[in-house]
Nanobody, 119 residues
Framework: QVQLVESGGGLVQPGGSLRLSCAAS????????MNWYRQVPGKLREFVAF???????HFADSVRGRFTISRDNAKNLGWLQMNSLKPDDTAVYFC?????????????WGQGTQVTVSS
């Protein structure tokens, strides 16, 4: 069983930066993808970015060029660096890991961390 814990959220002014962390405890299979999602009350959870265990990345159009994603496989850590933040980036951010092993898929979610962009 894998548990995910996000940290690093907070209040930041427009144009500022935050770095979110995702710490995974437990043993993960080598073939996995770490995703970041965000959710605003009353709206569906929205994909933000992913990084595979091999380092391939992909970003939502709304954050491409402003956010970067990275991970340390040996330490089971991942990060979402958010720059040039806008009020529209305000949301609860969730770390998600999907791993595949012997044909079975396993999915884990963190509890979320609040990011508020406001002056």
């Amino acid at each position: 069983q894998v548990q995910l814990v996000e940290s690093g959220g907070g209040l930041v002014q427009p144009g500022g930066s935050l770095r979110l962390s995702c710490a995974a405890s437990g043993t993960m299979f080598s073939d996995n993808v770490m995703n970041w999602y965000r959710q605003v009350p009353g709206k569906l959870r929205e994909f933000v970015a992913f990084i595979t265990s091999g380092g391939k990345t992909h970003f939502a159009d709304s954050v491409r060029g402003r956010f970067t994603i990275s991970r340390d496989n040996a330490k089971n850590l991942g990060w979402l660096q958010m720059n040039s933040l806008k009020p529209d980036d305000t949301a609860v951010y969730f770390c998600n890991v999907v791993e595949t092993h012997q044909g079975s898929k396993y999915e884990y979610w963190g509890q979320g961390t609040q990011v508020t962009v406001s002056s």
